[in-house]
């Protein structure tokens, strides 16, 4: 019998405390912060200074790192295609939980292929997402919330782009991955020999002006205006 698929013969167990009460208990919404890119575009760095950003702002984080998931959840998972929509799938999935939880979870992964990413999207997405997101274009999130009430909005995702070129990430190649795999010592890697397919729908779009990169926390700062600007860093009461 295949474990794979839709379960059957297995039911959702509402638990006591709902997700609002929890929220209510930290005082923060959750939500999820996406980021994609090449290996080398800076991910990790701008995934560690919002950290830090929102850990001095009081604002609980989480950081679900390609490579550290890598390293535990997901050590049975290489660089396939077939692999790496598995990798997307169960980090989102996770994200999901945490931002349940009620925490801003910065999920940093390559992630190149859209339809996994749109996958996730829709995830963390629902009916009163939906709703809620048609009416924030009248109102702020907050004003939504006390719309639609506490549950109404579930979770958010927000996606930002590091919009670098290969060029800037072979440059920096601070693993050595791009020369082996330039070398034909890695296979398949993101960028040389497998596709990066750049987001169409991103909240925040990273990229150098006029030749300069933004600093980290520069790039942390366009992260937490976004967030602040659609109210995810006030509490949703
Ligand atoms: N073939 C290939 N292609 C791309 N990357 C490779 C590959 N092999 C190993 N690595 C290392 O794995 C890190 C990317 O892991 P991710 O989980 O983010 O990748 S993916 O989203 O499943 O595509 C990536 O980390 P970052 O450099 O931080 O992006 C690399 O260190
Ligand atoms: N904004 C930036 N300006 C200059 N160098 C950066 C910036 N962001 C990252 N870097 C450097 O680029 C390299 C790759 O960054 P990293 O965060 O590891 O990328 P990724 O996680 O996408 O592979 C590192 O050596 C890092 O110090």
Known sequence: MSTMGNPTNVFWHECAVGKAERQKLINQQGCVVWITGLSGSGKSTLACSLDRELHSRGKLSYVLDGDNV???LNKNLGFSAEDRTENIRRVGEVATLFADAGLICIASLIS???KDRDACRAMLTDANFIEAMLL?????????CVLLGKEA???IYLQ???NMTLEVCEERDPKGLYK???AGKIKGFTGIDDPYEPPLNCEINI????GVCPTPSEMAGQVVSCLDENGF?????
Request: aromatic content about 10%; hydrophobic content about 40%.
């Open 70 to 72: 890598r390293h535990g």
């Open 112 to 114: 190149p292929y859209r």
């Open 136 to 144: 924030s274009e009248l109102f702020s999130v907050n004003s939504v």
């Open 153 to 155: 909005i579930h979770i």
């Open 160 to 162: 930002v782009f590091m």
């Open 180 to 182: 082996l795999a330039r």
């Open 207 to 210: 990229e150098q002006k006029d």
């Open 233 to 237: 860093l006030h509490a949703c009461n």
